[in-house]
């Protein structure tokens, strides 16, 4: 499938608060979030390369310890298995690309 509609993909919820529609290639998974403000992402890490950028609304984000308030423009590069977290200071719209494809998101 080369061309898809957003609104054509089934929104998920795998964490309260973070809605998603996901879109899968060959090679990588992207998540187009719309985040509550206020919603918390757990500590975790995955084996998965991602990179994060916000295209609305402010997010605190925190790295290997480390965070920062992102906002849109800006753009987070996580490594694989690296600790990261984060929290919405505002309603948010963020786009995840990840490497390889995240199998637990094509369920």
């Given at each position: 499938?080369?061309?898809?509609?957003?609104?054509?993909?089934?929104?998920?919820?795998?964490?309260?608060?973070?809605?998603?529609?996901?879109?899968?290639?060959?090679?990588?998974?992207?998540?187009?979030?719309?985040?509550a403000?206020?919603?918390?992402l757990p500590?975790?890490?995955?084996p998965?390369?991602?990179?994060?950028?916000?295209?609305?609304g402010?997010?605190?984000?925190?790295?290997?310890?480390e965070?920062?308030?992102?906002?849109?423009?800006d753009v987070?590069?996580i490594?694989?298995n690296?600790?990261h977290?984060?929290?919405?200071i505002?309603?948010?719209?963020?786009?995840?690309?990840?490497?390889?494809?995240?199998?637990?998101?094509?369920?």
């Amino acid at each position: 499938m080369a061309y898809l509609n957003l609104k054509d993909c089934v929104e998920k919820e795998p964490v309260p608060g973070y809605r998603a529609r996901f879109v899968h290639s060959d090679n990588m998974t992207l998540a187009f979030w719309t985040i509550a403000a206020g919603a918390a992402l757990p500590d975790h890490a995955h084996p998965h390369e991602q990179v994060a950028n916000v295209i609305e609304g402010e997010f605190a984000f925190t790295l290997e310890g480390e965070t920062r308030v992102i906002r849109p423009g800006d753009v987070v590069v996580i490594p694989g298995n690296a600790r990261h977290s984060g929290k919405a200071i505002t309603p948010c719209r963020i786009i995840d690309v990840f490497y390889p494809i995240r199998q637990d998101y094509k369920s």
